[in-house]
């Protein structure tokens, strides 16, 4: 244990350490440091994958009904109601069709109407009060479908969001069902990513997902799959896309960022943990560590057992530690116990775990 300890130090000495402060240490004053998650032997780092934050919800807003477009009132970017007015077509021929219409059933309604009142006095057919009361439907709903013809001149969003895109202005003429806006939905975003087929066939054994974004440092944000492609598309990637559990920042998150996606890959877990060997301070009689706490941004010093040294720079510890605590892996030589620090940011998007 005496010859591991000193490879040990060796081995940690020999990191470059970025310092805020001086080289004495003091208690009081904030040192900077890098941290990383202390995880088991057996887990295999994560894989990594570049995605891009999606609305939850995106559709197209379209008339039902052809003809010119009067005015748009909405602008990208806008935020709308769900059932808020955003367009208007001109009404003008579908008032003239209902117009027509409530003539006809005026006085389809009048000729029923006399039919059903012989036919309870006995006074004419069968036939003819069958034929006087299905024409009335007839017409009631030819009334009803002119009405809402008319209604749909006016469109109206049918979400709460925001417009994302602007496809026609007024003086345009579509057809029914052409996309007049692309609305986002507001609140919750989703993460999407395209795995290579060899991973995307694999992803049963994937134990879970969580992302990270510059703005954030090392906030990791748990994901969960909502829905996978079936089918690749021309790059033979499958789109996945996840949604981010739990309570975060809306006005942080917000649709358009690039986030990195991590998924971690089952293994059955050993016991043992690996951390850096720069993270570990070891003496002939003793090993330690400091674990970063994320509450108030201070480290404390804590006794671990490390049992071998591996080929990539990581150590095994034994006893100590707990797969997801945060341990200082650079600057572990520089801090006390119970001090302030401040955890610089990844080097590198590919030092995924922070290793190095």
């Known amino acids: 244990m005496k010859i591991l300890a000193k490879t040990i130090l060796v081995a940690a000495s020999a990191v470059a350490f970025c310092s805020c402060g001086g080289e004495h240490v003091k208690g009081d004053e904030v040192k900077c440091v890098n941290v990383v998650v202390a995880r088991d032997a057996n887990e295999l780092p994560p894989l990594s994958y570049t995605g891009r934050t999606k609305a939850a919800e995106e559709v197209n807003v379209a008339f039902r009904v052809s003809g010119p477009i009067l005015r748009v009132l909405v602008k990208e970017g806008d935020y709308v109601r769900q059932g808020q007015v955003v367009a208007e077509m001109d009404p003008r021929d579908y008032q003239v069709q209902l117009t027509a219409t409530q003539a006809e059933y005026a006085q389809v309604k009048a000729d029923a109407e006399r039919v059903i ?118 790059n033979q990637l499958y789109t996945v896309r996840l949604k981010i559990k739990g309570n975060y920042d809306h006005k942080k998150l917000t649709p358009g960022m690039t986030t990195m996606v991590y998924a971690q890959v089952a293994e059955e877990p050993s016991g043992n943990i690996i951390v850096p060997a720069s993270a570990i301070i070891g003496d002939e009689d003793k090993t330690t560590v400091f674990v970063y706490n994320t509450e108030d941004g201070t480290v404390k010093s804590r006794s671990v057992k490390v049992e071998f040294i591996n080929p990539d720079g990581t150590v095994t510890v034994t006893e100590g530690l707990k797969v997801g605590e945060r341990i200082v892996s650079t600057g572990a030589h520089h801090v006390v116990d119970g001090q302030k620090v401040e955890v610089l940011k990844p080097q590198a998007k590919s030092n995924v775990g922070n290793m190095m």
């Open 117 to 234: 009142a012989l036919y309870q006095e006995q006074n004419t057919t069968a036939q003819n009060y069958d034929r006087a009361r299905y024409g009335l439907e007839q017409i009631t709903q030819k009334l009803n479908n002119h009405k809402n013809q008319l209604a749909d001149t006016k469109l109206r969003a049918p979400i709460s969001g925001y417009v994302k895109t602007k496809l026609h202005e007024g003086g345009e003429t579509i057809g029914a069902g052409m996309p007049v806006l692309i609305m986002s939905s507001a609140g919750d975003v989703e993460v999407e990513i395209n795995l290579p087929s060899v991973e995307y066939v694999q992803m049963d054994k994937y134990t879970g997902f969580y992302c990270t974004f510059n703005i954030t440092g090392d906030t990791r944000y748990p994901l969960q799959v909502v829905r996978t492609s079936q089918e690749a598309n021309a």
